[in-house]
């Protein structure tokens, strides 16, 4: 059996992986990759890093390695499925093309990019993708589909729903902008350029698009671990979305609760979704005493609440036995669900 590739550093195997490094090469499995599907036993993955393997994998990985980026009109870029975001945040930022420095030191993949709707920091991949071109393995064909397609919401897209297992992603086109555009209210980004001396006023002329990268990448790498030092896939739960009323209830409980205003209805609250606020889960997780706690070898990481980590040797029901107490905790005390954002299998 073959290593099941993953970030949490779980020991697991699969029947089969298979890496595809060109689109014919792709295409020449198609009906392996078809017969797997019929059969549920097909897993779609990028690096594995949203990816938790509660045990081996009784069917068949693929994986994309096809590599390439390309710049055309309009400043947009094309880029091939098996490259790194960061890698491209980076060379978007060497072409002069600007928007997604945000989402810097993600680990993900552009395929597994535009599957996510991967997002920090108030940006998402969303905002950026036009469109990408897939294998659709009911047919065989290569397919365009559009951003409007895909139904992107908070990490979420059709891809994660009712387009489950339909498609594997060969490349995807971002619209990036040749005009510096930072985005600095989310989070602590304004502090900690302050505390570097670095005026947020872009007509200051100081702060880049380097130093606005440079700075995600610090304030990543003060809260979150390596995860070829200590296994992890990233933030492990999606910040959840409350009505206005629950939020109203919360806040006047805990004045000091940070919340971001959800800028569009959330449609999974019907009509609460009006006016409807997200809070933090990793504060909702500290607020319960969790952060830098163990359970067994699974545990939350001591400087982010939202980490779960492999403490050495834990198998992938350790962590999910983690993951229901804390579900449960957080529910318990504040009446609200809390949703992995890790791709549980």
């Known amino acids: 059996m073959d290593k099941l590739i993953n970030t949490f550093g779980i020991d697991a195997r699969c029947t089969r992986l298979l890496e595809f490094s060109s689109v014919d090469e792709l295409r020449n499995h198609w009906q392996e990759i078809a017969e797997a599907r019929r059969q549920g036993k097909l897993l779609i993955i990028g690096r594995g890093s949203n990816?938790?393997?509660?045990?081996?994998?009784?069917?068949?990985?693929?994986?994309?390695?096809?590599?390439?980026?390309?710049?055309?009109?309009?400043?947009r870029v094309v880029i091939c499925s098996g490259e790194t975001v960061d890698d491209i945040i980076a060379w978007s930022l060497s072409q002069g093309l600007y928007g997604m420095e945000n989402l810097s030191l993600i680990p993900g993949e552009v395929g597994a990019s535009a599957v996510q709707n991967i997002g920090a920091y108030g940006v998402e991949a969303k905002d950026f993708i036009t469109s990408l071109h897939a294998l659709d393995i009911e047919t065989g064909e290569i397919v365009e589909i559009t951003n409007a397609e895909c139904e992107y919401g908070y990490r979420q897209s059709r891809f994660k729903k009712d387009w489950k297992n339909r498609f594997i992603i060969t490349d995807v086109t971002y619209q990036l902008s040749t005009t510096f555009t930072p985005h600095l209210d989310y989070g602590n980004i304004r502090k900690v350029l302050e505390e570097k001396g670095i005026s947020c006023d872009i007509k200051d002329g100081r702060l880049t698009a380097q130093l606005l990268r440079d700075t995600i990448i610090d304030i990543r790498n003060a809260k979150l671990p390596d995860?070829?030092?200590?296994?992890n896939a990233g933030s492990f739960f999606m910040n959840p979305i409350v009505s206005k009323e629950k939020f109203e209830e919360l806040l006047a409980k805990y004045p000091n609760m940070p919340y971001y205003p959800v800028s569009v209805p959330a449609p999974s609250l019907g009509r609460a979704g009006e006016g409807a606020v997200k809070l933090p889960a990793g504060w909702l997780i500290d607020q319960c005493g969790w952060k830098g706690k163990t359970l067994g070898?699974?545990?939350?990481?001591?400087k982010q609440a939202l980490v779960l980590v492999n403490k050495g040797g834990a198998m992938g029901e350790e962590v999910v036995a983690l993951c229901r107490q804390i579900q449960k905790d957080v529910l318990e005390r504040f009446g609200v669900e809390i949703h992995p954002e890790v791709n549980i299998v």
Request: charged share 30%; hydrophobic share 30%.
């Open 297 to 302: 070898r699974a545990g939350v990481h001591d």
């Open 227 to 231: 995860y070829e030092v200590e296994g």
């Open 51 to 75: 990816l938790l393997p509660t045990g081996d994998y009784d069917g068949l990985v693929v994986r994309s390695r096809i590599m390439g980026r390309n710049c055309i009109e309009n400043d």
